[in-house]
T-cell receptor
Framework: DQQVKQNSPSLSVQEGRISILNCDYTNSMFDYFLWYKKYPAEGPTFLISISSIKDKNEDGRFTVFLNKSAKHLSLHIVPSQPGDSAVYFCAASARAGNMLTFGGGTRLMVKP | GAVVSQHPSRVICKSGTSVKIECRSLDFQATTMFWYRQFPKKSLMLMATSNEGSKATYEQGVEKDKFLINHASLTLSTLTVTSAHPEDSSFYIC???????????FGPGTRLTVL
């Protein structure tokens, strides 16, 4: 049973436009959510996080939105750049162990 | 951000041999380190949680006698794949958690190929 799902395996966006990556979760115990970016043959790189007490967190070109009632979060990248092309994983943790449960990832391709 | 290193980055071994992978937090102390495995085009699967000075906690389906984890210090955890088989070939990634914070910082990963 996948507790964290990223239903879009891939996304293609034109440079300069907005990229929106979506993530859904089922476990109501999750209270901390993170987005990671991953290049092939490298470890994930932390991008941005959000606590369940907030509904939005912004850091430069990256904004994460959390809709607790819908158990849905999204990552917005604007403007998108070719260097943003990578696989993006959302992850969630519950207060108790802080171990992360990852979604399946979405491959973002930003075309020049 | 915090830096986590892994060594080796790539290893090829014969079936039946054991391979040790090191994970180090370079500029911070990590009471907890995590070991993940990634299959091609798949998500990261948590294998075990490693706490300094105590036994690792393994996820369901992960053989603790096959994947030996030692977290001897606040900056070093090791994963030993014992009696490796070709199906153990994978990309192994460790992460370290800053104490009292939820962000995990990941190592660059180790590509294991068992012939």
């Amino acid at each position: 049973d996948q507790q964290v799902k990223q239903n879009s395996p891939s996304l293609s966006v034109q440079e300069g436009r907005i990229s929106i990556l979506n993530c859904d979760y089922t476990n109501s115990m999750f209270d901390y959510f993170l987005w990671y970016k991953k290049y092939p043959a490298e470890g994930p790189t932390f991008l941005i996080s959000i606590s369940s007490i907030k509904d939005k967190n912004e850091d430069g070109r990256f904004t994460v939105f959390l809709n607790k009632s819908a158990k849905h979060l999204s990552l917005h990248i604007v403007p998108s750049q070719p260097g943003d092309s990578a696989v993006y994983f959302c992850a969630a943790s519950a207060r108790a162990g802080n171990m992360l449960t990852f979604g399946g990832g979405t491959r973002l391709m930003v075309k020049p | 951000g915090a830096v986590v290193s892994q060594h080796p980055s790539r290893v090829i071994c014969k079936s039946g041999t054991s391979v040790k992978i090191e994970c180090r937090s370079l500029d911070f102390q990590a009471t907890t380190m995590f070991w993940y495995r990634q299959f091609p085009k798949k998500s990261l699967m948590l294998m075990a949680t490693s706490n300094e000075g105590s036994k690792a906690t393994y996820e369901q389906g992960v053989e603790k006698d096959k994947f030996l984890i030692n977290h001897a210090s606040l900056t070093l955890s090791t994963l030993t794949v014992t009696s490796a088989h070709p199906e153990d070939s994978s990309f192994y990634i460790c992460s370290a958690r800053l104490t009292l914070r939820s962000e995990q910082f990941f190592g660059p990963g180790t590509r294991l190929t068992v012939l």
